[in-house]
Nanobody, 119 residues
Framework: QVQLLESGGGLVRPGGSLRVSCAASGTFLSINSMGWFRQAPGKLRELVAR???????TYADSVKGRFTISRDNAKNTVYLQMNSLKPDDTAVYYCHADGWSGSGFQDFWGQGTQVTVSS
């Protein structure tokens, strides 16, 4: 079983910055990709950014140039630095990981952390 523990959400003004973190713990063989999705009220969950174990990254077009994903493989932790935040970035941010456990290749999700961008 793998647990993803998120931290760092909160309220920030437009133009501000925030960093969210996610640490994976539990019993697993290896983690492949780690990243972040978000879901705003009334909208579908969407990919924000993802990084593979090898360091390849994928970003949503809406966050390119503003958000940066990084990862500490030794700590099984992924970070999302969010700069120049906009009200449209308001959402629940979910950590996601995929990898191998005793049950095979699986997807894992965190419980989500609220990010609110408002003046």
């Amino acid at each position: 079983q793998v647990q993803l523990l998120e931290s760092g959400g909160g309220l920030v003004r437009p133009g501000g910055s925030l960093r969210v973190s996610c640490a994976a713990s539990g019993t697993f063989l290896s983690i492949n990709s780690m990243g972040w999705f978000r879901q705003a009220p009334g909208k579908l969950r969407e990919l924000v950014a993802r990084m593979t174990a090898g360091g390849s990254t994928t970003y949503a077009d809406s966050v390119k140039g503003r958000f940066t994903i990084s990862r500490d493989n030794a700590k099984n932790t992924v970070y999302l630095q969010m700069n120049s935040l906009k009200p449209d970035d308001t959402a629940v941010y979910y950590c996601h990981a995929d990898g191998w456990s005793g049950s095979g290749f699986q997807d894992f999700w965190g419980q989500g952390t609220q990010v609110t961008v408002s003046s």
